[in-house]
Nanobody, 127 residues
Framework: VQLQASGGGLVQPGGSLRLSCAFS?????????VAWFRQAPGKEREGVSSITIRDGSTTYAASVKGRFTASRDRARNTAYLQMNYLSPEDTGVYYCATRKVRLVMSARLDAAQYDDWGQGTLVTVSS
C-alpha cells in the first residue's frame, strides 16, 4: 500500500485548501477507509475526517464539521479533504491513513485503527 498526501500550504484565516490523498496497492475486495489526521506543534494527533471509498460514508470531528468536506474519486483512487473557513487552530501537519477492513463508524477517527499512513502535508493558517 502506498499513500501520497498533497495540497498543504499557507493560507490566510478564512481561506480554503483542498488536500488530496492518492492511494494504491489495494485489492478489489478491500473495504477501504481513508481518514485524515492532523498534528499541531505540541499537541496530540487528532482525527479530522474519514470516508469510505466504496460508498462514500463520511465522519467528521466536531471541530471541523460544517467547514471540512471529505470526498473521493474512485476512478482516480484519490480521497480529498476540502477545508473551508480555515482558522489558525487548523494549522498542523495533515496525514492521510487507510484501513482495508470495515470499521464501525464510532472508531473511524481512532488512529490506532489504521494500517498505512502517508507522509503528511503541512497546512499553515496565518495572516
Amino acid at each position: 500500500v502506498q499513500l501520497q498526501a498533497s495540497g498543504g500550504g499557507l493560507v490566510q484565516p478564512g481561506g480554503s485548501l483542498r488536500l488530496s490523498c492518492a492511494f494504491s496497492g489495494f485489492a478489489p475486495e478491500h473495504y477501504i477507509t481513508v481518514a485524515w489526521f492532523r498534528q499541531a506543534p505540541g499537541k496530540e494527533r487528532e482525527g479530522v475526517s474519514s470516508i469510505t471509498i466504496r460508498d462514500g460514508s463520511t465522519t467528521y470531528a466536531a471541530s471541523v464539521k460544517g467547514r471540512f468536506t471529505a470526498s473521493r474519486d474512485r476512478a482516480r483512487n484519490t480521497a480529498y479533504l476540502q477545508m473551508n473557513y480555515l482558522s489558525p487552530e487548523d494549522t498542523g501537519v495533515y496525514y492521510c491513513a487507510t484501513r482495508k477492513v470495515r470499521l464501525v463508524m464510532s472508531a473511524r477517527l481512532d488512529a490506532a485503527q489504521y494500517d498505512d499512513w502517508g507522509q503528511g502535508t503541512l497546512v499553515t493558517v496565518s495572516s
